[in-house]
């Protein structure tokens, strides 16, 4: 008996130990396009370590992770990554600042960039951060560049968070289902 509690104690606690993700869909039903207010998108988000942003874009554009002297200038000389194939995600894997901007530097210069802010927090990160998951509509997001248009798409979701439960909500639930065990082989003991 005493090795099925220690066995149940360990389920609940791998649980536990799961993080709570988000997956935003950077410039919510326009994608990553210069017609989307990449300025103000960020401001009702709080993003947090192991979130995911899906960047969607036509063939003809590429989403740029640069530094913050390179963000303000349109700098695309130097990046610290570069991604080209119409869907992109990134892990915020770690607290800091986040900056992107389009490898179209004309496109940049128009204000298509995006400044990722994630705050240090209590809880420690997540051992493996969260692969992308296919869209709310159940549509899973396609591999090779997208032929997206400037006109908002009904399949794209919006940014609200899609959320993946987890973090300190569970270690409530697996110290109650811990003292439920217990309490039940006292019981039969």
Known sequence: MAKLLLLHLLA??????????????????????ISSNLDTWPDDKVFKVG???????????????????NFDTCN???????YSNGNTTVTLSAPG??????????????G??????????????????PQAQPSAT??????????KSNKPSANIPTSSGISSYGGSNSVVVAFVSFMASYLLWMVQA
């Open 112 to 129: 298509m960039k995006l400044h990722v802010h994630v705050p240090a927090d209590e809880v420690a990160s997540p051992i493996g951060s």
């Open 12 to 33: 609940v606690l791998s649980i536990a130990l799961t993080s709570h993700a988000a997956q935003y869909f950077v410039g919510d039903t326009s994608g990553w396009d």
């Open 138 to 147: 159940g549509t899973p997001l396609p591999v090779q560049p997208s032929s």
């Open 51 to 69: 979130d995911v942003l899906v960047f969607s874009y036509s063939a003809s554009n590429s989403v740029t992770e640069v530094t913050k002297q």
């Open 76 to 82: 695309i000389s130097n990046p610290l990554k570069t």
């Open 97 to 110: 600042d986040r900056y992107f901007v389009s490898g179209n530097r004309l496109y940049c210069f128009g």
